[in-house]
Nanobody
Framework: QLVESGGGSVQAGGSLLLSCTVS????????MAWFRQVPGKEREGVAS???????TVARSVSGRFSISQDNAKNMVYLQVNSLKAEDTAMYYC?????????????????????WGQGTQVTVSS
């Protein structure tokens, strides 16, 4: 089970810390990722992190978003800074199969079979 939290309404330039709590599985053998989606558009990969800490961040949010994890707490985080109106979306946490050590995780949503319910981020300009 994946449960996201931390979304909300902020003004442009603001920050949020999105959290994803994972339960009911072996947390430390997996890839975790954040995706976002707006109505009428495809789900977009934002960031991913492997069980050994290899991260990816989409170019559209590079320098503003970062992903991290706390294996002891079974949690993954997405720090979102310098928010823009175009960052408004539902943000989803997802879990997928692990990768060989040192390799980054896949970034396509089809790779991830487990999803949370999402947390809404709304940025006003």
């Amino acid at each position: 089970q994946l449960v996201e939290s931390g979304g909300g309404s902020v003004q442009a330039g603001g920050s949020l810390l999105l959290s994803c709590t994972v339960s009911g599985t072996t947390f430390n053998i997996r890839c975790m990722a954040w995706f976002r989606q707006v109505p009428g558009k495809e789900r977009e990969g934002v960031a991913s992190i492997s069980n050994d800490g290899v991260t990816t961040v989409a170019r559209s949010v590079s320098g503003r978003f970062s992903i991290s994890q706390d294996n002891a707490k079974n949690m993954v985080y997405l720090q979102v800074n310098s928010l823009k109106a175009e960052d408004t979306a539902m943000y989803y946490c997802a879990m997928g199969p692990s990768r060989w050590p040192g390799l980054s995780c896949e970034t396509s949503p089809e790779t991830y079979p487990y999803w949370g319910q999402g947390t809404q981020v709304t940025v006003s300009s």
